[in-house]
């Protein structure tokens, strides 16, 4: 009972933003319409009524809206990344939720970018909007895409929507030493909100999506293209993809660079103190100290 109600409030306080974002573009929509395009699963049509009017969403109502981060019972975690320079890949992860509309009806966007090259690591494409299919699905995905580095001390931020702090979530982001971050205003998650922008305007929008399996074939072509062709300015005009790959091949090269500087020291070192050892030694020492010489440089 436990899990299943911190399930609804997790659902509860995405919801709100959803809201929120509806009532932006639509001032006036009525509640009613509102719950047939997001039909929460956790709620029928009269408790979400009841649940908009508790909330301030009524339209006589001309207060400011709640906000998802403020409401009560959620979960807070600090923002990391205020003021962090941002200067390398798998130190900070961003993510967002987003809706998009067929046919009146809400099907749920998630995505989680790497901060430094803006490559879409992982996303899910939902129905519901329960953490198991939004922000679990796209965070496995973003662990399969970087199997195998060490992401210790990884920042994962994201906005105040309960699928971010949901107990199932949290049990991952804590296996990988992962470090939970979250926003209190958008504009401080504005590459996760970016994203949604991009594939949603960029892509989607051009293609005639009239059923869920169009939607999750085209996002997963759509995620495609934008992380192996989408040119970026701050990127010097690559791809998220073009640009981890130059780094990877800057830091081979560096790396050989070092390699061969130290076999060089190494070297040179053994080969002056195989001098001063002939010098001290006799014949069969000095022959000896040669083998491990040319041994140590080749290896």
């Known amino acids: 009972m436990l899990n299943l109600n911190q399930k609804r409030q997790d659902e509860l306080a995405q ?30 049509r009269d408790k979400f009524e009841e ?20 409401s009560s019972g959620v979960k807070r975690f600090p923002n990391l990344i205020k003021d ?33 090259s803006r490559r879409i690591v ?16 796209a965070l496995k995905m973003a662990l399969k895409t970087r199997k195998g580095i060490n992401l210790d001390n990884l920042i994962f931020h994201s906005d105040g929507g309960g699928q971010y702090y949901a107990k199932e979530f949290l049990e991952i982001t804590s296996k990988y030493n992962i470090l939970n971050s979250m926003c209190k205003n958008a504009y401080e998650n504005g590459k ?15 293609k005639n999506i009239d059923s869920f399996e169009k939607l999750v074939k085209e996002v997963a072509r759509a995620v495609s293209m934008y992380n192996y062709e989408k040119p970026h300015i701050r990127l010097k005009r690559k791809s998220p993809i073009q640009f981890e790959n130059n ?11 070092m390699t061969k500087s130290f076999d060089a020291k190494t070297s040179n070192s053994l080969f002056f103190d195989g001098i001063n050892a002939i010098k001290k030694h006799d014949k069969k020492a000095a022959r000896n ?6 041994n140590e440089t080749e290896s």
């Open 51 to 70: 649940f908009c009017k508790q909330s301030g969403f009524m339209i006589e109502r001309k207060t400011q809206y709640c906000k998802t981060t403020d």
């Open 247 to 257: 780094l990877l091949s800057l830091s081979r090269q560096e790396t050989a660079r």
């Open 84 to 116: 962090l320079v941002i200067s390398e890949l798998n130190q900070v992860w961003q993510s967002d939720i987003t809706y998009y509309e067929i046919d009146g009806v809400f099907y749920y966007l998630t995505f989680i970018l790497d901060s430094y």
């Open 192 to 206: 996760a909100e970016r994203i949604n922008g991009i594939i949603k305007n960029n892509y989607l929008k051009y």
């Open 289 to 294: 100290l040669n083998v491990f010489v040319a």
């Open 122 to 137: 992982g996303y899910s494409v939902s129905k519901r909007l329960l953490t198991d299919y939004t922000t679990l699905p």
């Open 15 to 44: 919801i709100v933003r959803f809201i929120e974002d509806i009532r932006e573009d639509h001032p006036t929509m009525g509640l009613r319409d509102m719950y047939f395009k997001i039909l929460p699963d956790s709620m029928g």
